[in-house]
């Protein structure tokens, strides 16, 4: 770790997610490689040619690396703030900003709660973990605990 970045206390990933996000890719690379290959066999009238063949093939890889994406998020927190990793893009929330953190009934991941009514969903916890959902929630929990600063309270001046 370099000096310029923040040391961080906990990272949270998600943990059954990635499988499906590994089978799913599998399973998409494999099918059109194996639909390329099979597209040539007999005759529909339609010519395929070695380019049609690797079109299809660089097309299933590029959805096989989409759905990689899904696999990409990732939670820390520290003294700097929340670091936030979903699908595209990493957003640093500061402590001034976290109002909660919450798990809303029926939703698939929690989401920090911020000021106006807005809020950054955290994909990292999912429900699908169940109980490391659970203990991550805690975790993170304790940590907004200790690290926010409640801006009504009175100070100690």
């Keep these: 770790m370099s000096p310029a970045e923040p040391a961080w206390d906990v990272e949270i990933r998600p943990h059954r997610v990635k499988y499906f ?12 490689i194996a639909v390329s290959f099979l597209l040539t066999v007999g005759s529909s009238g339609v010519v395929f040619r070695v380019q049609d ?19 990409r998020p990732r939670l820390r927190v520290g ?18 900003q976290v109002q909660a953190v919450v798990f809303p ?23 699908i973990d169940d109980d490391r959902a659970v203990d991550a929630m ?9 690290y926010r600063r409640d801006p009504d309270a009175p100070s100690a001046d």
């Design 21 to 32: 996000v590994y089978i799913g890719a599998i399973s998409i690379a494999a099918i059109h």
């Design 53 to 71: 063949q690797i079109a299809i093939i660089g097309i299933g890889l590029i959805l096989a690396a989409a759905v990689m994406l899904l696999g």
């Design 79 to 96: 003294p700097a703030g929340m670091s936030v990793r979903n699908v595209a893009g990493d957003r640093l929330v500061p402590w001034t």
């Design 105 to 127: 009934a029926n939703a698939r991941w929690a989401r920090i709660e911020l000021p106006h009514d807005e809020y950054v969903p955290l994909m990292a916890i999912q429900a």
């Design 138 to 146: 805690d975790t993170v929990r304790d940590l907004v605990a200790r």
